[in-house]
Nanobody
Framework: VQLQASGGGVVQAGGSLRLSCEASGRTHGSPLIMAWFRQARGKEREFVAT????????SYGDSVKDRFTISRVKSKNTAYLQMEKLKPEDTAVYFC????????????????WGQGTQVTVSS
C-alpha cells in the first residue's frame, strides 16, 4: 500500500488549507482506517486526526480540535484534512497514515505511511 499526501503549502495565520491523502495498491479488500499526524522541526510526531472505515467516527488531537476536520470518500481510501484558523504553531510536516486494525492516536497502530507534506503558517 502506498500513500500519497498533497495540499501542503504556505498560508498566513488565520487562513485555511486542505490536505488530501490517497492510498493505492493492495488494500485487503476493505477500506483502511485513515489518519493524519504531524511533526514540527525538533519535536516528536503528534497525532492530528483519525477516521474509521465507515467515516462515521472521528477523533482529534487537543491542539486541533474544533479547527480541523478529517473526512473521507465513502468506501474509498481517500482522506482529507480541512484545516481552518491556522496558527503558526501548526507549522509542521503532515503525514498521512493508514491501518487495518484500530482508529487510534498512536502512530504504531498504523502500518502504512505517506511521505509527508509541508505546511507553513506565517504570522
Amino acid at each position: 500500500v502506498q500513500l500519497q499526501a498533497s495540499g501542503g503549502g504556505v498560508v498566513q495565520a488565520g487562513g485555511s488549507l486542505r490536505l488530501s491523502c490517497e492510498a493505492s495498491g493492495r488494500t485487503h479488500g476493505s477500506p483502511l482506517i485513515m489518519a493524519w499526524f504531524r511533526q514540527a522541526r525538533g519535536k516528536e510526531r503528534e497525532f492530528v486526526a483519525t477516521i474509521n472505515r465507515s467515516g462515521i467516527t472521528t477523533s482529534y488531537g487537543d491542539s486541533v480540535k474544533d479547527r480541523f476536520t478529517i473526512s473521507r470518500v465513502k468506501s474509498k481510501n481517500t482522506a482529507y484534512l480541512q484545516m481552518e484558523k491556522l496558527k503558526p504553531e501548526d507549522t509542521a510536516v503532515y503525514f498521512c497514515a493508514a491501518g487495518t486494525n484500530f482508529a487510534t492516536r498512536y502512530s504504531y497502530d498504523y502500518e502504512y505511511w505517506g511521505q509527508g507534506t509541508q505546511v507553513t503558517v506565517s504570522s
